[in-house]
């Protein structure tokens, strides 16, 4: 059991260490080198968790899989997207959680767009809560399949939460509260997935 302990440690201290890098040089521009002399570890060592810094990010992201498992354990999660509290609900979630993890959010995206190997098993990793998204717009007056609606939903959180939470945006002269991100995404996704007249709408 002490073995296991202290690998789940160093394994936990070079994600840790990787984050950190990943931060302040980026994902592309860091080398295995740089995150075990950060975690104060042999490189050897580095090899006896992850096969490679892909392998690592991908341990990354299913960390943040299962923290999204977890929190569809709470209260308050609706599954019917004609109830405007429910797209809150999802809208609200991702957007938290990509402001305690933009750095591994940021670096999943980089990843992806150097390595089609990388960004096809993100694919195949997200796949379960894309349909968990598609379940939940059941019964709505989609402007397209299930799935692609789903993908839709998925990619303008994302991108929305890139664009404000990964910069700055002095072109627009103000900052955005979380309250005011989160509003206005589950109004624009409330409103063009199922069409006004297709919601009871809350005042």
């Known amino acids: 059991m002490l073995r296991k302990e202290l690998a789940a440690q160093t394994e936990a201290e070079l994600k840790a260490a990787a984050v950190r890098v990943f931060e302040r040089v980026g994902y592309l521009n860091t080398k295995i080198t740089d995150i075990t002399a950060e975690a104060g570890r042999a490189t050897g060592s580095f090899y006896k968790h992850f096969a490679s810094k892909e392998?690592?990010?991908?341990?990354?992201?299913?960390?943040?899989?299962?923290?999204?498992?977890?929190?569809?354990?709470?209260?308050?999660?609706?599954?019917?997207?004609?109830?405007?509290?429910?797209?809150?609900?999802?809208?609200?979630?991702?957007?938290h959680t990509y402001?305690?993890?933009?750095?591994?959010?940021?670096?999943?995206?980089?990843?992806?767009?150097?390595?089609?190997?990388?960004?096809?098993?993100?694919?195949?990793?997200?796949?379960?809560?894309?349909?968990?998204i598609a379940d939940h717009l059941a019964g709505l007056a989609l402007p397209g399949d299930p799935l692609v609606c789903a993908s839709l939903f998925g990619?303008?959180?994302?991108?929305?939460?890139?664009?404000?939470?990964?910069?700055n945006r002095p072109d627009l002269g103000r900052e955005l509260s979380d309250d005011e991100a989160i509003d206005t995404l589950t109004g624009f996704l409330h409103a063009g997935l199922g069409g006004l007249n297709s919601f009871s709408r809350t005042p």
């Open 55 to 95: 392998a690592l990010l991908e341990a990354l992201m299913a960390d943040l899989l299962a923290e999204g498992d977890a929190s569809a354990e709470m209260a308050g999660h609706g599954t019917d997207f004609r109830d405007r509290e429910a797209v809150r609900w999802h809208v609200a979630a991702f957007w």
């Open 155 to 167: 990619t303008t959180i994302s991108a929305f939460a890139t664009s404000w939470l990964s910069a």
């Open 99 to 132: 402001r305690r993890h933009h750095v591994v959010m940021l670096a999943l995206q980089q990843a992806a767009l150097v390595s089609d190997t990388f960004a096809e098993r993100s694919r195949d990793l997200l796949a379960p809560d894309l349909g968990h």
